[in-house]
């Protein structure tokens, strides 16, 4: 399945932790087909989650390859992963390197590592992690069609 991943910021009025409300900007990973999908599913997955009102003031493509999630607990993080591909250009004879960046949920920084290597387990291209930077995401939501949607047609339809 192909994603197609956006960063939406949503900004809100938090209660911090001396009793003060406080404006946040946080980051969300949303898989959408367009902004105006993105927009309108960042929304309907944060309202259960934020009392009062709150804004979506940013919304940017996200270009990642691949996403590992962790059913952890103490995974609550998100790790942004540069991975380089390298490949031999049979005609010119050298080292071809592609870049492309990766999402890994863990723990911490030595767990995001262990995941992404599990993760790219069974990759026969050889490749170098070049970089692992903790993200502010605070949470993903991959598309997933409900069990009750029904196709506007099937093939038993007559």
């Not at 993105?38 to 270009?63: L, M, Y």
């Not at 490949?87 to 995941?115: F, H, N, P």
Request: charged share 30%; net charge negative; proline share 3%.
């Amino acid at each position: 399945m192909m994603y197609n991943w956006f960063e939406c910021k949503i900004k809100y009025e938090k209660l911090a932790e001396n009793g003060m409300n406080k404006k946040v900007t946080e980051p969300y990973l949303i898989d959408a087909l367009n902004f105006t999908e993105a927009e309108a599913r960042i929304i309907e997955e944060i309202t259960p989650f934020i009392s009062g009102d709150f804004t979506v003031s940013d919304i940017k493509r996200a270009n990642y390859s691949e996403l590992f999630f962790c059913e952890d607990d103490a995974a609550d993080k998100w790790y942004k992963c540069k991975v380089v591909f390298i490949s031999l250009d049979e005609k010119k004879g050298i080292e071809k390197r592609t870049a492309t960046y990766m999402l890994v949920q863990a723990e911490d920084l030595k767990d995001a590592l262990t995941k992404l290597t599990e993760g790219m387990k069974g990759t026969m291209a050889d490749y170098d992690v070049t970089a692992i930077n903790e993200t502010t995401i605070m949470d993903v939501y991959p598309y997933s069609a409900e069990k009750t949607d029904k196709p506007e047609f099937s093939a038993t339809n007559e």
